[in-house]
């Protein structure tokens, strides 16, 4: 059967695990000059809470976007255990379609576990090792959203960029770090995307500049000439900075809550960002859109919670 949608995300789906530890604790310490958190070893911590939810890059947008009421797929490789159920059903419970995620015999669902203290968040992240054999057959779309993947990503990116030259879809494209990494291998991605969406920090990762060699005005400029036609930078508490097909620099202060847990936060960004788009909405719109939705995602623990629903972004 042939599905026409209004965005594809091709990634990961994931179980997320949340401990939640408040301030005091006398088995943790946040060392403030070296920034670590340092943990009693051998003992046993007790957490305020524990919670199992689903996440991956790819998953939090396919779900951003279906409740933005874009009709959404997934295309993904997960694990087949009990833990594949639960991802599946929340997608389709949230609307998303999942004929392009493939179960594979004999493996188990990729984990991250995330220790939520004083409002930041340390992740733990494990990538089961992957052949990404999935495929774009009977499938049309307006967008593709492309994120991070594990290990043999390589091919499967190529082929996404087939299918995005073939069909002539439109690439959102947002790498993760095994891909910035190698950037060498992402410049024939970023010489056909539409939008590209990183931080300040995977920005100057891309370019090979140092921290704060460069301002967040000249790494956007930089960028656009890799190809992509929309640039955006994420940079944390200053807000996101954007540079349109036409050169035209815009930006977005940050819409301040009380942080919760920030895991997400750049996905839900992109989730409202590219939505906006897809309706025709003007970049400056759309910049607005990612930080309601970023915001009122890190009002709440994981990855998906926060995501905002179009009635309510409207309503802001």
């Not at 996440?55 to 779900?63: H, L, P, S, W």
């Not at 087949?80 to 991802?87: G, L, N, R, S, T």
């Not at 997608?91 to 004999?106: A, D, Q, R, T």
Request: a negative charge; charged letters at 25%.
């Amino acid at each position: 059967m042939h599905h026409n949608f209004d965005i594809v995300c091709v990634g990961d789906a994931k179980i997320d695990i949340f401990l939640t530890l408040h301030q005091t604790r006398e088995h943790l310490r946040y060392m403030e000059e070296t920034n670590e958190l340092c943990i009693k070893f051998g003992e046993k911590v007790i957490v305020d809470k524990a919670e199992m939810l689903i996440g991956g890059d790819a998953a939090n947008v396919a779900v951003g976007t279906s409740r933005l009421g874009l009709n959404t797929a997934i295309v993904a490789e997960i694990g087949k255990d009990e833990f594949a159920q639960k991802i599946t059903n929340t997608l389709k419970g949230e609307n998303v379609n999942i004929e392009k995620v493939c179960e594979s015999e004999g493996q188990q669902s990729s984990f991250s576990t995330i220790i939520n203290y004083k409002g930041e968040r340390t992740i733990f992240s494990e990538h089961v090792k992957r052949e990404h054999n999935f495929n774009f057959d009977n499938i049309s779309t307006k967008w593709v959203y492309l994120t991070s993947l594990g290990e043999n990503w390589l091919n499967a990116y190529n082929k996404t960029a087939d299918f995005i030259r073939e069909t002539k879809c439109k690439l959102a494209f947002n790498p993760g770090t095994i891909q910035i990494e190698n950037k060498d291998n992402i410049k024939n991605v970023l010489s056909i995307a539409n939008l590209l969406l990183v931080n300040k920090e995977e920005a100057e990762e891309i370019l090979g500049f140092s921290h704060g060699q460069k301002t967040i005005e000249g790494l956007t400029v930089d960028l656009q000439k890799m190809g992509p036609k929309i640039v955006v930078i994420t940079d944390g508490e200053n807000g996101s900075f954007a540079i349109d097909s036409e050169g035209k620099m815009l930006s977005q202060e940050i819409i301040k809550v009380n942080v919760v847990e920030k895991t997400g936060a750049g996905d839900a960004y992109s989730s409202g960002f590219i939505s906006a788009l897809i309706y025709n909405k003007p970049i400056a719109e759309a910049m607005f859109w990612g930080a309601k939705n970023s915001a009122s995602v890190i009002g709440k623990v994981g990855a998906q919670a926060g995501l905002l629903r179009k009635a309510d972004l409207e309503k802001i």
